[in-house]
T-cell receptor, first 112, second 114 residues
Framework: SQKIEQNSEALNIQEGKTATLTCNYT??????LQWYRQDPGRGPVFLLL?????KEKRKERLKVTFDTTLKQSLFHITASQPADSATYLC???????????FGAGTTVTVRA | DGGITQSPKYLFRKEGQNVTLSCEQN?????MYWYRQDPGQGLRLIYY???????QKGDIAEGYSVSREKKESFPLTVTSAQKNPTAFYLC?????????????FGPGTRLTVT
């Protein structure tokens, strides 16, 4: 069956450090992958989409990599700030209907 | 301002009652979705609609119903047949139905059934 696994443990980091989140998937062959941010009690907000032929993509302090051989995407927040504290979700299209499946998310807390 | 609105933010119901959650978008998006989010789980797709007057079941449609009579509106009814309805419900839309297009989410409705 298709499965998406994100860091099960919450991530606590010091302000200014880099947070690295993983998204591993099984039985998907995604042509792209999306990342979302979700604050407590609110709906997710789209951050980035990376295509399978784009090994790396950047947006401001965010960097995403996509390795289809390892079946993994890494999401980096560089020079982290307390305002980056949130839950980050990865999402992949399903093979049968191309609807998005979402991971459970990784919660990041940045300490000042 | 374009976006998606959901109402109400909090909803309390007694067991055995049907309840309808509202979702409206003014983004002129073709596709709309309903998800359910439970603690520690990913978003699970309840229903989706690719176009007006058409909708399909998602992964957990049992106990739910929807309608799409207008492009802007996609209300979700949680019926008394839904065994565990207490959850955070999220409505989303995308310009086209494919998963390639980013989804815009509403603020969510937290439903508590006792």
């Amino acid at each position: 069956s298709q499965k998406i696994e994100q860091n099960s443990e919450a991530l606590n980091i010091q302000e200014g450090k880099t947070a690295t989140l993983t998204c591993n998937y099984t039985n998907y062959s995604p042509a792209y992958l999306q990342w979302y941010r979700q604050d407590p009690g609110r709906g997710p907000v789209f951050l980035l989409l990376i295509r399978e032929n784009e090994k790396e993509k950047r947006k401001e302090r965010l960097k995403v990599t996509f390795d289809t051989t390892l079946k993994q995407s890494l999401f980096h927040i560089t020079a982290s700030q307390p305002a980056d504290s949130a839950t980050y979700l990865c999402a992949l299209p399903r093979s049968n209907d191309y609807k998005l499946s979402f991971g459970a998310g990784t919660t990041v807390t940045v300490r000042a | 301002d374009g976006g998606i609105t959901q109402s109400p933010k909090y909803l309390f119901r007694k067991e055995g009652q049907n309840v309808t959650l509202s979702c409206e978008q003014n983004l002129n998006h073709d596709a709309m979705y309903w998800y359910r989010q439970d603690p520690g789980q990913g978003l699970r797709l309840i229903y989706y609609s690719q176009i007006v007057n058409d909708f399909q079941k998602g992964d957990i449609a049992e106990g739910y119903s929807v309608s799409r009579e207008k492009k802007e509106s996609f209300p979700l009814t949680v019926t008394s047949a839904q065994k565990n309805p207490t959850a955070f419900y999220l409505c989303a839309s995308s310009i086209r139905p494919s998963g390639f297009w980013e989804q815009y989410f509403g603020p969510g409705t937290r439903l508590t059934v006792t």
